[in-house]
Structures are given as structure tokens and as C-alpha cells.
């Protein structure tokens, strides 16, 4: 549900393996929290929608402590939507230094075609907030990040930066996830059905 930015080599990757699903996610290889600790928020639970990254997004409980999260990106084709990649993540929420932060694991299975240093990269972190009905979502820095080899250091790295300017990806700004209403389910199917067809 959140916007996973895309870099020159994801997409290669992606492309290569998934055809039309490229995508960016998996950047590292170290887990953020414990996804048995976690609680699944209620609100997050839903299909929402990014205009500014033209992307929607189902986030479904995979079990009481995380998530199953299909992000789908679109393009307009005279008019029409139209899916031009899919991915698939296992996400857990981690509260640390007041944020709520969510790791996303790539667990489609096409992911296993990658090479064996680049099946372990499946992690991306995203600081989530709520705001009123719309949820804000921000990538954190991986370059900052990669200096951690465990989760306990990710986690201290991140409360030392907390409040620093470097904690955030600095190529990708704040997005906002707009929930879709039941009114847009036909639109919803519509799309949908051009990847999986009825």
C-alpha cells in the first residue's frame, strides 16, 4: 500500500524475472522487528490508492501480527487503466522513537528466481501515519540502514537518526494513501481482470 520507489537495477531484475511485474522492493537483507510481537492496525486493512505514485494497493491481515499487502502499478491508456507490475509483501508494523515503522517482505515466489546474494535483499521499511482517513507513508534511508547485521542494530540506528534529516530516503518525498470506497469495485475488478482474468 505504500510507494516502493523503483531504481535502474530493480527494474532490470524484476523485469527480467516477473516480465510485467517489475518491481522495487527487497533492498536488504536483515529483518526490522519481530513479526510475532507485531499487531495488526485495523485501519490499515483495505484498498487504498497513491495518485501521485499511480498505484493501488490491497493490504489484507496475513495473520493477528501482519499483513499481506498486493501493490498494482497503473498507467493511462487512452483513458483507461491499465496494471503494468504487481508485488507482493509480507509487511509488520515495529514501533520505534514514537514512529510506527513497517517492514515489507518480498514473498512472491518468482522472487526465489533471483541470483543466491539477491534472493536475501527482500527488505524495505516505510514509516506509517495516520492523517484523519489517509495514511502517509515514507521510505527510510537503506544506505543508512545497510551498516546494520541484525535487527537490534536496525532498530538502535534508527532511534539515533530519528530526528536527522538522513534517516529518510532523500530521493523520494512523503506519499499519501487515500482509501478507495466500495462505490469503485467494478473500476477495482476492471483492473484486476486484465491480470487475472475471470
Known amino acids: 500500500m505504500f510507494n516502493i520507489r523503483a531504481t535502474s537495477r530493480f527494474s532490470l ?52 501480527h501482519s499483513y499481506l499487502i498486493t501493490v498494482y502499478g497503473l498507467k493511462d491508456d487512452g483513458g483507461q487503466k491499465k496494471p503494468t507490475y504487481m508485488l507482493v509483501t509480507k509487511s509488520w508494523l515495529t514501533r520505534i522513537a514514537d514512529m510506527d515503522i513497517l517492514t515489507c517482505k518480498m514473498v512472491d515466489p518468482r522472487w ?22 489517509q495514511v502517509q507513508s515514507r521510505r527510510l534511508n537503506e544506505e543508512l540502514l545497510a551498516a546494520a547485521k541484525t535487527p537490534e542494530a536496525m532498530a538502535k540506528l534508527i532511534e539515533e537518526h530519528a530526528k536527522k534529516d538522513d534517516l529518510w530516503d532523500s530521493t ?13 469495485r467494478d473500476e477495482l475488478k476492471k483492473i484486476l481482470d486484465q491480470i487475472f482474468p475471470s
Not at 32 to 50: C, K, R
Not at 115 to 132: A, F, L, T
Not at 172 to 184: C, G, L, N, V
Request: contains cysteine; hydrophobic residues 40%.
Open 13 to 64: 531484475t524484476l523485469v527480467m524475472a516477473f516480465a510485467l511485474l517489475s518491481l522495487h522492493v527487497g533492498c536488504l537483507d536483515v529483518p526490522l522487528g519481530d513479526s510475532q510481537m507485531s499487531t495488526v492496525d485495523p485501519q490499515l486493512i483495505g484498498w487504498w490508492e497513491d495518485k501521485e505514485a499511480n498505484t493501488i494497493t490491497f493490504a489484507s491481515a496475513f495473520d493477528p
Open 112 to 133: 526465489e528466481l533471483q541470483d543466491e546474494v539477491e534472493v536475501k535483499k527482500r527488505y524495505s521499511y516505510y514509516r506509517i501515519k495516520h492523517n484523519g482517513a
Open 172 to 184: 523520494e518525498a512523503e506519499h499519501t494513501m487515500t482509501p478507495i470506497p466500495d462505490s469503485r
